[in-house]
């Protein structure tokens, strides 16, 4: 008897587990609307604002060499762990001359955890280098394709899709990491050679759209 309820409530916690792993997590699967390699920016010269307020577009934040984009949010676990790499991609950006912005689509979450309000005070908090932009009714995720937080898009000197995917293969311990997908893709970008991969699949909380 003992063992049939140690049965059922074993297979009782794994459902748990297994049904909070789905809602965080989303595996990036194929999509009609994803910008692919070689594509041009989507919604390039879209305004969104930035923590202040301010307008900005896509255009405007690239750089000589190419522009960064990264769907992010607040209070995604997946974002809490990677974003202690956040400001390196800036700085290894800035040094070859690459644009890198944030943008938080999570517009189902707009009057709560996600607010332009609780955007600063992420962004302040965390001291990000890199402009932390609002996409209103998640348009421009909508235009890439952008499943997860975090989702990266990697743009050429040309504005065309370079890299798209993860950050690296260890959210939990940047120490720990063993394929640096995104900085060598940059590296790679940056001296004209190829890279390889140049898709890899995003881990991610789900970004959370509302009903069109």
Avoid at 184 to 194: G, L, P, Q, R
Wanted: net charge negative; with cysteine.
């Amino acid at each position: 008897m003992n063992s049939r309820k140690s049965f059922i409530k074993n297979t009782i916690a794994l459902a748990c587990i297994s049904l909070i792993t789905i809602g965080l997590t989303s595996w990036n699967p194929p999509s009609a609307t994803q910008v692919e390699i070689g594509d041009p920016v989507p919604l390039f010269q879209k305004e969104m604002v930035d923590i202040n307020g301010a307008p900005t577009f896509l255009r405007q934040e690239m750089k000589m060499n190419g522009l960064l984009v990264v769907f992010s949010c607040n209070t995604c676990p997946f974002v809490l762990q990677w974003e202690n790499r956040y400001n390196e991609l800036y700085e290894l950006c800035a040094e070859n001359e690459i644009g890198m912005v944030l943008i938080n689509s999570n517009e189902a979450k707009r009057t709560g955890d996600d607010s332009l309000e609780k955007m600063k005070e992420k962004a302040n908090a965390e001291g990000y280098k890199m402009p932390y932009l609002m996409d209103e009714g998640h348009l421009v995720a909508d235009a890439f394709g952008a499943r997860t937080t975090p989702h990266v898009f990697m743009f050429d000197k040309n504005a065309m899709l370079a890299y798209r995917g993860s950050i690296d293969d260890n959210s939990e311990d940047k120490n720990q990491v063993t394929k640096h997908y995104l900085k060598d893709a940059i590296n790679a970008m940056s001296k004209d050679e190829t890279i390889d991969p140049n898709i890899t699949r995003s881990i991610g909380c789900s970004i959370k759209r509302v009903a069109q």
